[in-house]
């Protein structure tokens, strides 16, 4: 049996963008990096970032995601542990 991926693995909540992050990236960066940070792709996080990710989607806990955008620009993508809020920003926004 084939698995599909059907939607998101968790609900993200309220979506913000730092000024950075509206400045710096085009909504169609936002728009694939929300997409696939609901979906469970975290990007460029890493192995022990990812199981981190994997157990927090489970249990609770802030989910963060790194992406780079079209034009190079280094991102992030967090949700909050409640599932609130999930924020857009910059490295150095952090």
């Known amino acids: 049996m084939i698995a599909f ?6 609900s993200i909540g309220e979506i913000i963008l730092t000024p950075g992050a509206a ?3 085009s909504p169609e960066d936002v728009a694939d990096a929300l997409r696939r940070h609901g979906r469970g792709d975290w990007g460029e996080v890493g192995l ?4 981190d990710n994997d157990k ?4 609770a806990g802030t ?7 079209s034009s190079g620009i280094r991102f992030y993508v ?11 920003l ?4 952090y």
């Open 5 to 10: 991926d059907v939607g998101p693995k968790f």
């Open 90 to 93: 910059l490295p150095h926004e």
């Open 63 to 69: 989910i963060a995601s790194i992406y780079t955008s």
């Open 78 to 88: 967090l949700t909050e542990a409640d599932r609130t809020v999930t924020t857009v």
């Open 23 to 25: 400045e710096k990236l």
């Open 56 to 59: 927090r989607v489970e249990r």
């Open 48 to 51: 022990a970032g990812e199981q």
